[in-house]
C-alpha cells in the first residue's frame, strides 16, 4: 500500500520526469473534485482499485491461463487470476469466467467470434433505442463480420414489443439474440428474450455493461437466471472496478470463449487489471455495496421525479435502472450538444445522447443522458438529486445567461464540497 509520503514521493518524481503530464493530471484531479459526474457509464474506481493499478503486476506477461501460461514467474499471477474467476463467477452465479478481456469492446468481440462464424445473424438493440456501438453498429468491425439485425422499444414506456421482435428473428434466423444497452433507462425481461431465441434455435448473450454492479449487488436481474448462455460486462462502471471487460458463460461454451480471448483475440491480459478485478469482485460482494447498488436506483428514481416535477421530458417517461434520458429539444427548445455544454459550463458533467428514432444527427442529437452512480459513489442521497435536477432544469432554461450559470456553478460547487471523491 502506497503510504501518503510514498505517494507525494511518487507526486516529486513526476514532477521531474514529466512536469506537463502532471500538471495535466492535477487538473483532471481538480476537474473530477470540483465538478459533478453524471455521465452513467463513469464511475469512481474503489481505492483498492487505483493501487492495484500502479502496483508491480503491471510488469508481468502472463499469456495463457493459470496452469497454462507460456511464460515462467506466474505464482503470484496465477493466483490472482484464479482467484478473479471463482469470485466472478460466485458473484454472478455463473458456471465459469474469463477475466482477460482488455476492455469492453474486445470483450463482446470475443464472444460474437468465439460462438459465431463471419456472415452469421445477429439480433439486437437498434443504436438509437439504446443499443451499444459493439451491437453492430454499421460503423462498428463488427458491424462488417457480422449480419445484424434490429429490434425496438416503444419510446412512450420504453417496453420492447416482444411480438415484432418475434416476427424478425423468425424471418431473420439469428444465431444468435443479444440483449443490453448503454442508454435505455428500465429493466429487461430476460426470460421474454430467452423464449424468442429458444424458438429460433439462437443463442443468448446479455451485456450488461452499465447495471454489471447492480446485478452483482442483486437490485436488478440477473440475465443468468433466466438460462442465458453468455452474460458480459465491463468493471469500471457501476462495478466501480478497473477499466477491463468480465464474460461469464454456462460451461458447456468455457472452451470456445477462452479460446476465443486467448489467443483468438488478445495476447497478454493486464495483470494489473486482473489483481484490481479481483478485489473488485470481492468488494462487490459485500453487504455495503449491496447499499450502494440500492442507493443508485433509488438516486436515479428520485432525479428522474425531480426533473419530471420541473416539466423536463424523460425518454420512457423515467427509469428503472441507473440512468435517464432527457429530451432537450422538446424541453428546453435545444439540442443535446448545446445542452451538455451549458451543463458543463456549471460543472455538471454529462453526454449529448440520441433518443429513439432521433431527427437529428448524432453530434448534435436531441437527448442528454444522465446516470448516479458516480454521485452515489461521493455518498449523494435523494435530497442532493432534487438540487442537481434544478441546477439543470435552471442551467437549461437560462438561454446561455452568464450571470445565471455563474451562480449555478456556485451551487454545483456548494454541493460537491461536501461530498469527497473516493480515492483522490
Ligand atoms: N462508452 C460507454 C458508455 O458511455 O455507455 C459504453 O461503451
Do not use: W
Not at 206 to 229: C, E, K, Q, T, Y
Not at 378 to 404: F, K, Q
Request: hydrophobic letters at 40%; charged letters at 20%.
Amino acid at each position: 500500500m502506497n503510504t501518503s509520503s510514498e505517494r507525494s514521493q511518487d507526486r516529486a518524481r513526476l514532477a521531474v520526469s514529466d512536469p506537463d503530464i502532471l500538471l495535466a493530471l492535477q487538473g483532471e484531479e481538480a476537474r473530477q473534485r470540483a465538478g459533478l459526474e453524471l455521465i452513467p457509464s463513469e464511475n469512481y474506481a474503489f481505492p483498492e482499485v487505483l493501487t492495484l493499478l500502479g502496483s508491480a503486476f503491471t510488469n508481468k506477461y502472463s499469456e495463457g491461463y493459470p496452469g497454462r501460461r507460456y511464460y515462467g514467474g506466474q505464482e503470484f499471477t496465477d493466483e490472482i487470476e484464479n482467484l478473479a474467476r471463482s469470485r466472478a463467477k460466485s458473484l454472478f452465479r455463473a458456471e465459469h469466467a474469463n477475466v482477460q478481456p482488455l476492455s469492453g469492446s474486445p470483450m463482446n468481440q470475443a464472444v460474437y467470434l468465439g460462438l459465431l462464424e463471419p456472415g452469421d445473424t445477429i439480433l439486437a438493440m437498434d443504436l438509437s433505442h439504446g443499443g451499444h456501438l459493439t451491437h453492430g453498429a454499421p460503423v462498428s468491425h463488427m458491424g462488417r463480420i457480422f449480419r445484424f439485425v434490429r429490434y425496438k422499444t416503444d419510446p412512450a414506456n420504453g417496453a420492447i414489443d416482444f411480438e415484432a421482435l418475434r416476427k424478425v428473428a423468425r424471418e431473420t434466423k439469428p444465431k444468435m439474440v443479444v440483449c443490453g444497452y448503454s442508454s435505455y433507462p428500465r429493466d429487461y425481461d430476460y426470460a421474454d428474450f430467452k423464449r424468442v431465441a429458444d424458438e429460433v434455435g439462437a443463442l443468448t448473450m446479455a451485456d450488461v455493461s452499465h447495471i454489471g454492479g447492480l446485478i452483482a449487488a442483486d437490485v436488478m436481474r440477473n440475465p443468468l437466471d433466466a438460462g442465458f448462455d453468455v452474460m458480459t460486462t465491463t468493471t469500471h462502471k457501476s462495478l466501480r472496478g478497473p477499466r477491463g471487460g468480465l464474460i461469464v458463460c454456462k460451461e458447456k461454451f468455457a472452451k470456445q470463449i477462452d479460446a476465443s480471448v486467448f489467443p483468438g483475440l488478445q495476447g497478454g491480459p493486464h495483470m494489473n487489471q486482473v489483481a484490481a478485478a479481483a478485489t473488485t469482485f470481492r468488494l462487490a460482494a459485500l453487504p455495503a455495496f449491496r447499499a450502494y447498488a440500492a442507493q443508485v436506483l433509488a438516486n436515479a428514481k428520485a432525479l428522474a421525479g425531480a426533473l419530471t416535477a420541473r416539466q423536463v421530458k424523460l425518454v420512457t417517461g423515467g427509469t428503472d435502472n441507473h440512468l435517464l434520458v432527457l429530451d432537450a429539444v422538446q424541453t428546453f427548445g435545444i439540442d443535446g450538444a448545446k445542452a451538455q455544454a451549458a451543463l458543463d459550463r456549471v460543472g455538471l458533467t454529462t453526454n449529448k445522447q440520441v433518443i429513439p428514432d432521433d431527427p437529428l444527427p448524432p453530434m448534435r442529437p436531441s437527448g442528454v443522458r444522465l446516470g448516479t452512480p458516480a454521485a452515489t459513489a461521493r455518498g449523494m442521497g435523494v435530497i442532493e438529486m432534487d438540487e442537481i435536477a434544478a441546477i439543470i432544469a435552471e442551467t437549461l432554461g437560462a438561454d446561455g445567461d452568464a450571470g445565471a450559470e455563474a451562480a449555478l456553478a456556485a451551487r454545483t460547487l456548494a454541493l460537491t464540497a461536501r461530498f469527497p471523491v473516493p480515492g483522490l
